[in-house]
T-cell receptor, first 112, second 110 residues
Framework: DAGVTQSPTHLIKTRGQQVTLRCSPK?????VSWYQQALGQGPQFIFQ???????QRGNFPDRFSGHQFPNYSSELNVNALLLGDSALYLC???????????FGPGTRLTVL | DAKTTQPTSMDCAEGRAANLPCNHS???????VYWYRQIHSQGPQYIIH???NNETNEMASLIITEDRKSSTLILPHATLRDTAVYYC???????????FGKGTKLSVKP
């Protein structure tokens, strides 16, 4: 039974570029949440997707957007990258939203 | 902001029980206590959660006080691989997001 998977593992971008991160949920899960973790901090909630709709959003600008596909996988898009967007981006999946969330290994994004 | 308070760091000897405290004095009746841990640069790992009864699984035990204002995560026989940051999180059943604080950095020493 595959757990949550994320790709790529690492990514380097320059300021102003756009990036897309991908997440496949744990088998049987239908909800995907995204978190940003800056160095030395706890993860911060970005948004959650359920039934292909954004159902909850944290305090992140519109440069952060997402999508959920019919197979429940999800993408996180960040436009106009800033140096401060450098972080570990985590995806978590769960069943029907408020259930226990299980995290993937994360994507380390470095913005130069 | 996180609704929990945890010590910044703790040490534990290998093979001994690790007892990690968490204060959540403003917890509401419909809020659960969740514990996750994060080993350096990996994704957080779910450990256990509970509402008001004590819980035990293959990883740990969770002891919640009767007034639910605090809890303790117990790792019965800590190993070097248990060295990690441990997060205590309070979450409503209907709430989608987890609010992480700074957690407790547990160091298990030989």
């Amino acid at each position: 039974d595959a757990g949550v998977t994320q790709s790529p593992t690492h990514l380097i971008k320059t300021r102003g570029q756009q990036v897309t991160l991908r997440c496949s949920p744990k088998s049987g899960h239908d909800t995907v949440s995204w978190y940003q973790q800056a160095l030395g901090q706890g993860p911060q909630f970005i948004f959650q997707y359920y039934e292909e709709e954004e159902r909850q959003r944290g305090n992140f600008p519109d440069r952060f957007s997402g999508h959920q596909f019919p197979n429940y996988s999800s993408e996180l898009n960040v436009n106009a990258l800033l140096l401060g967007d450098s972080a570990l981006y985590l995806c978590a999946s769960s069943l029907a939203g408020p259930d226990t969330q299980y995290f993937g290994p994360g994507t380390r994004l470095t913005v130069l | 902001d996180a609704k929990t308070t945890q010590p910044t760091s703790m040490d534990c000897a290998e093979g001994r029980a690790a007892n990690l405290p968490c204060n959540h004095s403003t917890i509401s009746g419909n809020e659960y206590v969740y514990w996750y841990r994060q080993i350096h640069s990996q994704g957080p790992q779910y450990i256990i959660h509970g509402l008001k009864n004590n819980e035990t699984n293959e990883m740990a035990s969770l002891i919640i006080t009767e007034d639910r204002k605090s809890s303790t995560l117990i790792l019965p026989h800590a190993t070097l691989r248990d060295t990690a940051v441990y997060y205590c999180i309070v979450k409503r059943g209907s709430q989608g997001n987890l609010i992480f604080g700074k957690g407790t950095k547990l160091s298990v020493k030989p």
